[in-house]
């Protein structure tokens, strides 16, 4: 069983910044794919950027290219959303998600994740 808890939420104005966090519990340090995906208020969830367990491979959805960054801290296991020039557009509920494999053709699809975080949420304020 892998549980994953996020952090880092908030209410922001528009072009602010943010830092969500993803942390595996557990005694033991592990360093799993890691996905972040997003819900909107009334939509679907939606792919934002995912990273593999070494920390070299990422992935980012053409909407938040260039202003979010994933990383990882492999000493915590714990893996970060740096979130800037936030929009309104960005309001969502965001969630981490551990993914077996990931590969360039299956980064983007929620049923390649299978343990999820509850989530935490982002409000942008315009």
């Known amino acids: 069983q892998v549980q994953l808890v996020e952090s880092g939420g908030g209410l922001v104005p528009t072009g602010d910044s943010l830092r969500l966090s993803c942390v595996p519990s557990?005694?033991?340090?592990?360093?799993?794919?890691i996905g972040w995906f997003r819900q909107p208020p009334g939509k679907e969830r939606e792919f934002v950027a995912a990273?593999?367990?070494?920390?070299?491979?990422?992935y980012y959805a053409d909407s938040v290219k260039g202003r979010f960054t994933i990383s990882r801290d492999s000493a915590k296991g714990t893996v970060y959303l740096h979130m800037s020039s936030l929009q309104p557009a960005d309001t969502a509920v965001y969630s981490c998600?551990?993914?077996?494999?990931?590969?360039?053709?299956?980064?983007?699809?929620?049923?390649?994740?299978?343990?999820w975080g509850q989530g935490t949420q982002v409000t942008v304020s315009s």
């Open positions: 998600a551990r993914a077996q494999t990931l590969g360039p053709h299956d980064y983007h699809y929620v049923g390649s994740y299978d343990y």
């Open positions: 557990g005694r033991t340090i592990v360093n799993y794919n």
């Open positions: 990273i593999d367990w070494s920390g070299t491979v990422t």
